[in-house]
């Protein structure tokens, strides 16, 4: 499976990016997908996921209620709806997934980086 992150880009704090997280080759092995992001001279964080049925949502606390993750099974593409964008928001965003609940992530994409400014 190769995952291909896009929507990234500069933004005012307050505004709204949608990223997309596009997969492609064996889908039918995908059990979750899941965006994380790292920020200069931190360390990589979770942010959100979902599960490849769509059937369930995860959310880091820091974007929970800004941000809204979902999933087109009909185009394989899994969307980060990000709202109320804050400067700490700012990183590069990278999209990957799980084959089965307990396996690790993998299949890291490229990343696709966000701007927030003030």
């Known amino acids: 499976v190769q995952l291909q992150a896009s929507g990234g880009g500069l933004v005012q704090a307050g505004g709204s990016l949608r990223l997309s997280c596009a997969a492609s080759g064996r889908t039918s092995s995908i059990y979750a997908v899941a965006w994380f992001r790292q920020a200069p001279g931190k360390e990589r964080e979770f942010v959100s996921g979902?599960?490849?049925?769509?059937?369930?949502?995860y959310y880091a606390d820091s974007v929970k209620g800004r941000f809204t993750i979902s999933i087109d099974n009909a185009k394989s593409t899994v969307y980060l709806q990000m709202n109320s964008l804050k400067r700490d928001d700012t990183a590069k965003y990278y999209c990957a997934m799980q084959t089965t609940k307990t396996t690790n992530f993998g299949s890291w994409g490229q990343g696709t980086l966000v701007t927030v400014s003030s």
């Open positions: 979902i599960l490849w049925s769509g059937a369930n949502t």
